[in-house]
């Protein structure tokens, strides 16, 4: 069985089947203890007479033995090699190597599940990869993702006549898709800190320990060697408290109605399987949904906080009412009547109609994915296995470090074929020549890509933006096309009503208020809607719904009851009456219409059923007797103004329509015969940033485009107004008349020009136009050249659907262009996950989030506080004292000084004011001691709690919305900016980093090679120090903050190119030369050794003394001459820490040869310098730092690859 086809998915690329073998027949156990280690023994009693190399000889065989093994921890592919055998039968195979599609997941061993069936004669094959299961097909000879009831293209009349499940399909069903459960385990300290200590970095970095340990700087070696393992440990103890938080995101298990075997019965929630049919009711502990379901009947308002992030109720309604015949369709017309995981149920309203009469009053839903496959669960899995991946250039590094280790053989070779001349020790000038190769390969860059980005998310979320792959926010700096929604990312959320228009025959333009419409458009507003009263208990009722739907009908003056019963003013001639809801239609993107049928009765009259309809007016349109004279003019005229606007339309029934025979009526019968109502005007004011932000964006070398499914008129105004579009405007759309043929036509109608599908566009068309295209016509351009040629030259996209959106970002990222896209992340989901950034606004306001924040850093606080009592208690201490901002949750006492001030005064103390003196009145002495105890111990209490704000935060559910991988909060555009922002600071730290590693590795390799055979050594206690030092710098070097405002000047986001390896290779010349010309400045004073003795230990010398001196300058000149500050990111002086830090180092080195202070020298191990050298010295660390400045400079300016692509270039 070929491993390409052994499994058909799209989250996996291929697959092979394998016997795990006993663990002595494993590659790296049975040859050596057979052969290799026999062997060596045999050559070492027999054959080698020297100790040196005797040792070697086995050092070596131990290191092979040791490679192996470990190369297996590193690759799955040589890990199955080594302990496995392939096979091409799943009845054999114990194992699968499984290798993913997405290039940044981890290939992966799973074992191979098998299960014996109900029937006991077959058996079923699985395995569970980021936990998703997978079964084998005989039939088809492959393994295929588990699937559910929901990716069958079934009828609505199937689901709706749904029983449950029976006893032989319940154990089918429990062997196939599991219980219904989140189990993340969680791995002891020990067991993750050994997957963490086989990784390459790791094991490269404790292996220079070691070998810089043998070199006799033993020092300098257990002090990195310290710093490595307790960084490690700190990253293994954050993961596993990250295992545990993923942990708690579990819905808690409880007790649900479900219908088996023809009766209802309760079971727990973690055993439910698909195809079950369950009720659903709202639970007083408020427990989330266990799984996703269907609503058959009924009506839910649920809120979806945990899973979208938004916490506005929704109102999901079954598909009670849908044809039987039709297609059921999850991703749009259906979509709300889908319940997901997680969620929470506010309210359940049973239908009267309902084939499936519940126990408890619930609504009926079947069962359609649980577990992992959840909505929630894919959420949780992309939390869990999101890419570890820091940038997108991987191969970039591998070649820039290959590059390096040129150099690096070059310098060892020299150093070999030098000392083999000698009578020198094989094994240290083997050691020497193994240092020189290592010391090119940057142990340091994986904790600080690290440190970088994980600043970035720390500091993304005080903007309360959150990020579930953290490799994006590096790409977020070289974004090329910003993509936005229009409603509720450009324009507010919440729209106001400015009237209806279209009504009067002599001026069909006039705006009416909606006091003075005629009654059959106030009974449209009123009934066209899916608004539904919220009761909570121990709240007042609120009406729940769409916001502009709340918003039309709160602004006619009616409101929402029970029973779907909307009451009018007193004004209204309804008011006396009764005007009921009683079947509605939800609005569709696809359909672009919503309707409802509802009866009225107006005091002392008949009941008579009344029909409303809203939508897109060219929709409308289709379905009026007769369309008004002005009907297209007026819509446009509005269009032309920005606003939203929504035909209205409507009829009576000629008979009345009971309540039972409702359901009986067809959508088409509904939506037909219908009389203009008016159009319906609203407002949507545009948001206060996000004309600043486009016009950043603008300025900042991005292109900014809309894309939305509004009125292509009413998209160009917005596009206008905030400045996506500067230029007269053409809109590309199908011809009104032929319905086939395509043409370009100016805003106000007065420019019309055909379309030919089948060229590209011609460049004088949007050299002199800015460029909108509808859906309708992107959907007939079928050749792809014109696609791109189109998509790269429009600024503006309206009435597209959300597949529309999503192929469009797809085709820019096929022709890489990197691409954000912003939006709601409701419609916008599939272009949400399609575009390398893509960005859910949500609206949370500030307060809200505000006060989320204190209650999260309150948390914080008390778990400091809690560690401090556990150590106290661990050493016999007393407890320490309660701070001030936790003082209300404990008791008073004298451990306590604050509570009884908190309680006299808790605004002051909330806003950090302490007016308490020692002298106060009222305090006993025992109570001034401990205030003061208090006093002290806040200020250490204070640093603990907060140094954790520089963490990565934590995401929890309800902070990231399933929809993209970055979340804001709040619903402002300016996220964008933060996000790019940040992003370039990401970036130019990550290049910024790999500049100065590379050029510290050619210097040290310089250093170990030329150098150390000239004899010149450096103590131990000069590399510590030094060591020291530059560990501030590196550690600062993410630190520095972004730029409040984005510039023109693009971030350079490549490594490998002649501005990068240019600069890196100047710099490394000018510093070997003034290397060179000091040591012969040396020789002036000193004469050079004839005959070095390379094992001879350090001893301080004029040589020693002047190099390392020099090499700590060269060191200030690689941070401070290649930092990248403005205008990307604050300058070296605004970066505080590493200012300070370069200084320090600086000063040790000019104190250190002008010898103004001897204590300083003489820890340092320096000799003492003839005065005509330390101006020597002085001048040539001044050359060296101005000449690598110079460099820099030079090639920045001429051979920096940081030019935007043309399609961010406005025509």
Not at 634 to 648: D, F, P, T
Not at 928 to 957: G, V
Not at 966 to 978: C, D, R, Y
Not at 1064 to 1071: E, G, K, P, R
Request: glycine share 4%; proline share 5%; net charge negative.
């Amino acid at each position: 069985m070929g491993n390409s086809g052994l499994v058909s998915s799209p989250d996996i690329k291929s697959g092979q089947l394998y016997i795990k073998l006993p663990a002595l027949f494993h590659l790296y156990i049975w040859p050596f203890a057979l052969f290799v280690y026999p062997y060596v023994a045999y050559v070492y009693k027999n054959h080698l007479y020297s100790d040196e190399v005797r040792y070697l000889t086995y050092i070596a065989a131990g290191t092979l033995n040791v490679l192996v093994w470990l190369i297996g921890e590193w690759s799955t592919r040589v890990y199955c090699f080594l302990t496995s055998k392939k096979t091409n039968s799943v009845d054999h195979a114990s194992h699968i190597l499984v290798i993913p599609s997405k290039s940044g997941d981890s290939s992966s061993v799973e074992p191979i599940e098998k299960t014996i069936l109900p029937d006991g004669q077959h058996i079923q094959y699985s395995f569970v990869f980021q936990k998703k299961r997978y079964l084998y097909k005989n039939a088809e000879n492959h393994f295929t993702n588990v699937t559910f009831p929901m990716d069958f293209p079934l009828t609505i009349g199937v689901l709706k006549n749904s029983s449950g499940l029976n006893s032989v399909q319940e154990e089918m069903y429990m062997c196939q898709y599991g219980r219904n459960v989140f189990d993340i385990p969680i791995p002891s300290f020990a067991s993750l800190f050994k997957e963490h200590a086989v990784a390459p970095f790791f094991v490269f970095q404790i292996f220079c320990c070691v070998l810089w340990c043998l070199d006799e700087y033993w020092k300098f070696s257990l002090f990195s060697m310290f710093m490595i393992v307790a960084l490690e440990c700190s990253v293994v103890w954050q993961r596993q408290r990250t295992l545990v938080e993923f942990r708690t995101m579990s819905i808690q298990a409880y007790d649900i109605q479900v219908y088996r075997n023809k009766k209802w019965m309760a079971i727990s929630t973690e055993d439910l399987l698909p195809n079950d049919i369950v009720s659903v009711v709202h639970t007083k502990e408020d427990l989330g949904l266990p799984c996703d379901m269907l609503l058959l009947s009924g009506v839910c308002v649920v809120n979806e906080a945990m899973l979208s992030g938004e916490s506005t109720p929704l109102v999901k309604e079954s598909i009670e009412l849908r044809p039987e015949e039709a297609i059921i369709d999850y991703g749009d017309v259906d979509k709300n009547a889908v319940l997901n995981g997680g969620t929470r149920v506010l309210q359940v309203t049973p239908s009267q109609f309902s084939k499936i009469q519940t126990p408890d009053g619930g609504v009926p839903a079947l069962v359609l994915r649980t577990g992992f496959e959840t909505s929630q669960g894919s959420l949780v899995r992309t939390m869990v296995f999101s890419s570890e991946k820091v940038t997108e250039n991987n191969w970039e590094k591998l070649y820039f470090i290959l590059f390096l280790m040129v150099f690096a053989i070059a310098a060892s070779g020299y150093v070999w074929h030098i000392g083999s001349q000698t009578e020198r020790s094989r094994y240290k000038l083997m050691l020497d020549c193994i240092m020189i190769i290592t010391s090119v390969v940057p142990s340091e860059l994986p904790m600080e890509l690290s440190l970088a980005v994980n600043a970035s998310l720390a500091a993304l979320s005080k903007y309360y933006i959150y990020c579930t792959e953290p490799f994006r926010i590096p790409v977020a700096g070289h974004v090329d096309i910003c993509c936005f929604d229009k409603t509720g990312t450009l324009t507010e959320e919440h729209m106001v009503v400015q009237g209806v228009s279209g009504l009067n025959k002599e001026d069909p333009s006039r705006l009416d208020t909606l006091e003075s419409i005629p009654t059959n458009t106030e009974l449209a507003i009123a009934t066209a809607h899916t608004l539904v009263l919220l009761e909570q208990e121990g709240e007042p009722p609120k009406t729940v719904g769409d916001p502009m739907e709340k918003a039309t009908v709160e602004a006619l003056g009616w409101s929402v009851s029970k029973n779907n019963v909307v009451i009018p003013p007193e004004s209204s001639i309804f008011h006396k009456g009764k005007v009921q809801i009683t079947r509605n239609f939800q609005f569709s993107s696809a359909l672009k219409r919503q309707s409802s049928v509802a009866n009225v009765r107006v005091a002392g009259g008949n009941h008579r059923t009344f029909v409303s309809v809203k939508g897109a007016p060219e929709v409308i349109a289709t379905m009026l007797n007769k369309v008004p004279e002005n009907y297209e003019k007026v819509y446009k005229e509005y269009g032309r103004k920005g606003s939203r606007v929504l035909a209205l339309a409507s009829k009576y029934f000629k008979n009345f329509v009971s309540e039972n025979k409702v359901t009986d009526l067809t959508r088409e019968e509904i939506e037909s015969g219908l009389e203009f109502a008016g159009f319906l005007v609203f407002n949507s004011p545009l948001k206060e940033d996000a004309k600043a932000t486009i016009q950043m964006l603008n300025n900042s070398s991005h292109r900014c485009m809309m894309i939305t499914g509004d009125n292509p008129l009413t998209a160009v105004y917005v596009a206008e107004q905030v400045g996506i579009v500067e230029k007269p405007t053409l809109i590309l759309d199908v011809n009104e008349t032929s319905g086939k043929t395509m043409e370009w036509k100016s805003v106000d109608d007065a420019v019309t020009m055909p379309m030919d599908c089948s060229k590209t566009l011609d460049a004088s068309l949007y050299k002199k136009f800015d460029l909108c295209v509808t859906g309708r016509a992107l959907s007939e351009i079928e050749d792809p050249n014109v696609l791109l040629s189109v998509l790269t030259h429009a600024w503006v996209y309206a009435r597209v659907s959300p597949a529309q959106k999503e192929l469009m970002i797809a085709t820019l990222k096929d022709n890489d262009y990197v691409t954000l896209m912003c939006g709601d992340g409701t419609n916008d989901v599939g272009a949400l996950k399609q575009s390398h950034v893509g960005i859910a606004l949500l609206n949370a306001s500030e307060e809200d989030m505000m006060q989320m924040q204190e209650r999260a850093r309150m948390s914080n606080l008390m778990s400091v506080y809690e560690k401090q009592i556990q150590l106290s208690h661990r050493f016999n201490l007393p407890p320490p004292p309660v701070p001030p901002a936790l003082c209300h949750a404990f008791p008073p006492g004298p451990n306590n000084p604050h509570r009884e001030k908190t309680q006299e005064n808790l605004t002051k103390y909330l806003d950090g004011l302490k007016e308490k003196k020692e002298g106060d009145t009222g305090l006993t002495e025992t109570e001034r001691t401990a205030e003061k105890r208090a006093n002290l111990a806040n200020k250490m209490f204070d640093t603990m709690a907060e140094a954790s704000d520089d963490d990565a935060p934590k995401i929890k559910l309800g902070d990231a919305s399933v929809a993209a991988p970055i979340t804001s909060k709040l619903a402002v555009t300016n996220s964008v900016i933060n996000i790019v922002r940040q992003g370039r600071c990401t970036l130019v730290a990550l290049v910024q980093l790999h500049k100065i590693l590379a050029l510290n590795c050619l210097i040290t390799a310089y250093s170990l090679s030329v150098l150390h055979l000239d004899g010149i050594k450096f103590g131990d206690t000069q590399y510590t120090i030094s060591g020291m030092l530059m560990s501030v710098c590196f550690y600062c070097v993410s630190r520095a903050k972004p730029m409040e405002t984005l510039s023109k000047e693009r971030p350079q986001h490549r490594i490998f190119n002649t501005y990068i390896i240019g600069s890196v290779l100047a710099q490394f010349i000018v510093h070997v030369i003034t290397l060179i010309y000091i040591t012969r400045c040396v020789y002036v004073y000193e004469d050079p050794l004839e005959n070095v003795d390379l094992e001879e230990s350090f001893q301080p010398s004029l040589l020693n003394s002047a190099i390392y001196l020099l090499q700590l300058i060269q060191q200030v000149s690689t941070f401070a001459v290649n930092y990248q500050g403005r205008p990307f990111r604050e300058a070296l002086s605004e970066n505080k820490a590493m200012y300070y830090g370069l200084l320090g180092t600086a000063f040790v080195a000019i104190a250190g040869v002008t010898e103004f202070i001897p204590e300083l020298n003489s820890k340092l191990q320096l000799v003492k310098l003839p005065f005509n050298f330390q101006i020597q010295l002085l001048s040539t660390m001044v050359i060296d730092y101005g000449a690598c400045w110079i460099i820099e400079e030079v090639m920045k300016k001429y051979f920096r690859d940081n030019k935007p692509k043309d399609i961010v270039l406005r025509d």
